[in-house]
């Protein structure tokens, strides 16, 4: 019942809003559904307080994930003092105490990523993909871009989301 007065309410909507809105005149095209250009579809007829809250709320400040958990920290850490080299890459790179250092303005030559592994450059590739697949179990990313001369190889940074 409820679903049926919410898709009559959304058509009603619908209705009430000029031709000209819904179609493009010159090419005779109809438009999406009103509510639906609001990222709200039928349902935010039935619920305007909850497509109301949705559109006006700023993104929070703590959404982002700019932190490891204490525990992923010392399994990080734990890694390292056992030498993997994936975990120093991330342990001398790519984080801050626990904080991530994230973004591209931050990205890394791949010559210092090998010097954090304490390897070869050509041996480095496998702890970075190790380091990536770490990164990725926890919602993290670790990223890579060629350089921008040729010779200079790639960089990487970390990202979230």
């Not at 007065?5 to 010159?26: E, H, Y």
């Amino acid at each position: 019942m409820l679903y049926r007065q919410c898709v009559a309410d959304a058509d009603a909507v619908t209705a009430s809003v000029p031709t000209l809105r819904n179609t493009d005149a010159a090419h005779g095209r109809r438009l999406p559904h009103p509510l639906a250009t609001l990222g709200a579809g039928r349902a935010g007829a039935c619920f305007p307080e909850h497509r109301a809250r949705k559109m006006a709320a700023p993104p929070l400040e703590g959404d982002l994930l700019d932190h490891l958990s204490p525990r992923e920290y010392e399994d990080l850490v734990r890694a390292g003092r056992d030498g993997e080299p994936w975990a120093r890459i991330l342990l001398e790179e790519f984080l801050d105490g626990t904080r991530l250092v994230l973004g591209i303005d931050s990205a890394v030559p791949e010559e210092r990523l090998a010097a954090a592994a304490r390897l070869p450059r050509a041996e480095a590739g496998a702890a970075i993909a190790q380091a990536a697949r770490w990164c990725l179990e926890r919602g993290l990313h670790l990223l890579g871009f060629p350089g921008e001369h040729p010779g200079e190889g790639w960089r990487h940074f970390m990202a979230v989301g």
